[in-house]
């Protein structure tokens, strides 16, 4: 079975500062990926999903961007954090034929 | 466009009594419908899907396409179902799944 490392799990950054938080996929290959951020009453937001080696797909226009250097590690940064990026991030794994999702412990994030 | 809706943001239910966590979707097509729980301090974890049409922990949901629901529902809820449920879908393929806003049960004893 997959398993989903991300790091750091928490984070505090000044508004301003680059961001990076790194998701890492054990046990499959070639898994679909995705980045979500969870709110507290608003659910699980997609922002980014990835099919394969550097090819990403942007589900909201924002102030993060996401890469996929190799096929089970998935990056999400940003150049200049807002207040607004705070949030709880999980990155998530989808292996094609199964149709379930597998979720990391997640990265909290303060922008202060 | 796709969307879930889960009514209750929070539900609280005495121990015994019986629960029944709502979901609503719009989807144009097929969908495939999930409810995913979260724990306190443990990850996010699929609790059962639709085509499976089995009881997990003493959960049951049933997909009524009339309706276009997926309640969850259990006949005598536990302490230790306290969690974060989330309700969700996507195509068949699972390509992009779509999460509801999440409904917290508070089981009291």
């Known amino acids: 079975s997959q398993t989903i490392h991300q790091w750091p799990a928490t984070l505090v950054q000044p508004v301003g500062s680059p961001l990076s938080l790194e998701c890492t996929v054990e046990g499959t290959s070639n898994p679909n990926l995705y980045w979500y951020r969870q709110a507290a009453g608003r659910g699980l937001q997609l922002l980014f999903y990835?099919?394969?080696?550097?090819?990403i797909s942007s589900e909201v226009p924002q102030n993060l961007s996401a890469s996929r250097p190799q096929d089970r590690q998935f990056i999400l940064s940003s150049k200049k954090l807002l207040l607004s990026d705070s949030g709880f991030y999980l990155c998530?794994?989808?292996?094609?034929?199964?149709?379930?999702?597998?979720f990391g412990a997640g990265s909290r994030l303060t922008v202060l | 466009a796709q969307r879930v809706t889960q009514p209750e943001k929070l539900l609280s239910v005495f121990k015994g009594a019986p629960v029944e966590l709502k979901c609503n979707y719009s989807y144009s097509g097929s969908p495939e419908l999930f409810w995913y729980v979260q724990y306190s301090r443990q990850r996010l974890q699929l609790l059962l899907r639709?085509?499976s049409r089995e009881s997990i922990k003493g959960f049951t949901a049933d997909l009524n396409k009339g309706e276009t629901s997926f309640h969850l529902k259990k006949p005598f809820a536990q302490e230790e179902d306290s969690a974060m449920y989330y309700c969700?879908?996507?195509?068949?393929?699972?390509?992009?799944?779509?999460f509801g806003p999440g409904t917290r049960l508070s089981v009291l004893p």
């Open positions: 969700a879908l996507s195509s068949y393929y699972g390509q992009n799944f779509v």
């Open positions: 639709h085509i």
């Open positions: 990835s099919i394969g080696i550097d090819q």
């Open positions: 998530a794994s989808h292996v094609s034929g199964a149709n379930v999702l597998t």
